[in-house]
Each structure stands twice: as structure tokens, then as C-alpha cells.
């Protein structure tokens, strides 16, 4: 009976998690996996990275979910850290919020070898639209600022 009941609960949480799917509107960003109720931060609200001082090698860093930006500890606080270390163009105080996950990669360090991206909306100024930034907090690597974003004054 047991095992039943784990198999039941089981099925239902995948269905449940699959129905959770749902595609972003109004944006080119990808499919969403999850989605999240976290609120809006601003940059003032965490402690930025110190390290975070040189432009991306790239233009797609950070910007796409096939090269997100990664920094490590599996911790949702370094993600909002990395972003705290941003501004926009001009010096503009970032306002950001966790909008779900995407993009499934190979990870040593995710669950059984999989790492998933997320994506986080972030405006400053009177920008029309967020720009959407994909970190993930499985791996870490160098970290650099993204095309469009200067670096936060301290």
C-alpha cells in the first residue's frame, strides 16, 4: 500500500510540475519550466560581487540561456548578488525579479547531471520592456557584465 501511495504521489507531482509550463508573452525569452511569486529587488538590497569589473567577451553573455552567466554555491542570494553588481548604462539602479527557470544543461553539479538556467527580468529607468538575464547557480565561472550594463558605483 505503501508503494502505491509513493507511485500516486509521485505521478502527481510530475504532471503537477509539468503543467506548470507555461511560454512568455510579449518577449523572445524562452519557455518557462517553473515560474516563481518571488517580489522585486533592487540592487540596493544585496551586497554585490566586488570581482564583477570587466565587460563580456561576448555579446550573447548573459543574455541568452545558452550562455548564462554562472555563479556557483547553488545559492538564488549570489544570483541576486551578481545582479546587484550591475547598473544600467548611464549608472541606473536595477530593479530585478526571478521571473522562473529554463534551458536545461549538462552540470556535474545539478540534480542527476542536469543544471537549469534563470531568468531573471530587470529594468532600470524608464526602459519599456525588461531585459532578461539568464544565471545559473550550479557552476561558477569568471563573471562579466553583460552588453547594455556598466558596472555598479559603490
Not at 124 to 129: C, D, F, R, S, T
Amino acid at each position: 500500500m505503501n508503494k502505491f501511495f509513493f507511485l500516486f504521489v509521485a505521478a502527481f507531482l510530475l504532471i503537477s510540475c509539468g503543467a506548470k509550463k507555461t511560454t512568455t508573452v510579449g518577449t523572445n525569452g524562452p519557455d518557462i519550466l517553473s515560474t516563481s511569486t518571488n517580489g522585486y529587488s533592487t540592487s540596493e538590497d544585496f551586497e554585490p560581487f566586488l570581482d564583477v569589473t570587466r565587460d563580456a567577451p561576448d555579446d550573447n553573455y548573459g543574455l541568452s540561456g545558452e550562455n548564462p552567466v554562472m555563479v556557483g554555491e547553488k545559492s538564488s542570494v549570489n544570483q541576486r548578488r551578481y545582479l546587484a553588481s550591475l547598473a544600467g548604462p548611464y549608472g541606473e539602479q536595477l530593479t530585478f525579479h526571478r521571473r522562473g527557470s529554463c534551458c536545461s544543461y549538462e552540470s556535474e553539479n545539478g540534480m542527476d547531471g542536469v543544471g537549469l538556467v534563470d531568468v531573471y527580468e530587470v529594468s532600470y529607468g524608464n526602459i519599456k520592456q525588461p531585459i532578461l538575464v539568464y544565471i545559473s547557480f550550479y557552476d561558477s565561472e569568471t563573471l562579466y557584465i553583460p552588453r547594455g550594463f556598466t558596472k555598479r558605483n559603490l
